[in-house]
């Protein structure tokens, strides 16, 4: 299972695309933000986050969003 659930805030996004940069890296070392697990799509001034099958839902992308767009939520552990 999962040790984090995220939570996606659009409105706070900029389209900085950091997140997928990070994300791309970490997972096909390359920077390619088509090739991340997370996808933002700017339309206009708004912007659409969403994660593609392969999101394990690692939190690396929560940890460098500079604008507080992405959270990770704990999920707790099951005994």
């Known amino acids: 299972m999962n040790k984090f ?3 996606a805030t ?6 900085c ?4 940069l990070v994300c ?5 070392k390359r920077f390619n933000p088509s090739m991340a697990r997370i996808k933002v799509d700017i339309l206009g001034v ?3 986050i969403s994660f ?6 690692c939190g690396v ?3 460098h969003c500079l604008y ?3 959270k990770k939520i704990p999920r707790e552990k099951r005994k």
Do not use: F, H, M, W
């Open 5 to 7: 659930k995220i939570e």
């Open 52 to 57: 593609t099958e392969e999101c394990n839902e």
């Open 46 to 48: 708004d912007c659409l």
């Open 61 to 63: 992308c929560v940890d």
């Open 68 to 70: 507080g767009a992405l």
């Open 24 to 28: 791309s890296e970490i997972y096909t």
């Open 17 to 20: 695309l950091i997140c997928q």
């Open 10 to 15: 659009p409105e706070r996004c900029t389209g």
